[in-house]
């Protein structure tokens, strides 16, 4: 079992940035594709962002392209989201998800999850 904790959110004005952190458990945590999703009130939930093990491929919704940035420190078995000029239509839970696939934006794919952590942009 992988275990993801979320934190970082907040309230913030359009125009803001925030960044987000997911905190794993065990040694394993760098052999699988890590993935940020959101799921704003009325909505389905979405794909922010998704990064491959080795770093070597990131994956980003068109919405939030040249806003936002995936990394992972592997060795802290971390992954972030960096989240700059926030806009009100980013307000949403924002999920840390693991697959233990190839690179996938499928959130099917995705067999671990963290409890969310909630973002809000003011307008």
């Known amino acids: 079992q992988v275990q993801l904790v979320e934190s970082g959110g ?27 999703f959101r799921q704003a009130p009325g909505k389905e939930r979405e794909v922010v962002a998704a990064i491959s093990w ?16 995936i990394s992972r420190d592997n060795a802290k078995n971390t992954v972030y989201l ?28 995705y067999s671990y999850w963290g409890q969310g952590t909630q973002v809000n942009v003011s307008s």
């Open 82 to 109: 960096q989240m700059n000029s926030l806009k009100p239509e980013d307000t949403a839970v924002y999920y840390c998800a693991a697959a233990r696939a190839m690179m996938t934006t499928k959130s099917d794919m």
């Open 54 to 69: 080795n770093e070597l491929t990131t994956s980003y919704a068109e919405s939030v392209k040249g806003r936002f940035t």
């Open 10 to 36: 907040g309230l913030v004005q359009a125009g803001g940035s925030l960044r987000l952190s997911c905190a794993a458990s065990g040694r394993t945590f760098s052999s699988y594709t890590m993935g940020w």
